[in-house]
């Protein structure tokens, strides 16, 4: 439970660092510290404790503890399976770019839209020719 409010304080700890009102402490080696520690948490101790309270009562310490291990084995192979087959097939981005002309067009053909989205779209379409971002 600590961790996970750490995770979740560690966010206005960083930002009161970073505008010199924190504890002048090294935030990145703070962050790595708190998402290695989730993650041995979420893949190693929390599988393994689950797998030790499943296993048969009449079993002895070390029984139950290989039992575990044997079953904390399979759950990081079958991980790390998911994982690089999520990588091969996922690592890839094919993003979708709007031309220009579509994007003027979509705004002219928002006749009965909200005077939100007119703004918002026109601004977007100010912001896109100062940049120079061209139709492809």
Same mark, same amino acid.
């Given at each position: ?50 797998? =030790? ?13 290989? =039992?575990?291990?044997? =079953? ?14 999520? =990588? ?19 705004? %002219? ?26 139709? %492809?």
């Amino acid at each position: 439970m600590a961790l996970s409010w750490a995770q979740v304080l560690l966010l206005p700890l960083d930002v009161s660092n970073a505008r010199g009102g924190g504890l002048g402490m090294r935030m990145d080696l703070l962050w790595i510290i708190v998402y290695i520690a989730s993650a041995v948490f979420i893949l190693i101790l929390v599988p393994l404790c689950t797998f =030790y309270y499943e296993s048969d009562p009449d079993w002895s310490f070390w029984d139950k503890f290989k =039992y575990s291990l044997c =079953y904390l084995l399979a759950f990081i192979v079958v991980v790390a399976l998911i994982l690089v087959i999520c =990588y091969i097939f996922l690592s890839v981005v094919r993003a979708l770019f709007l031309q220009l002309n579509r994007l003027k067009s979509l705004l %002219l053909l928002q006749i009965a839209a909200s005077p939100t989205f007119k703004i918002a779209m026109s601004l977007l379409l100010k912001l896109m020719d100062a940049k120079g971002i061209k139709p %492809l």
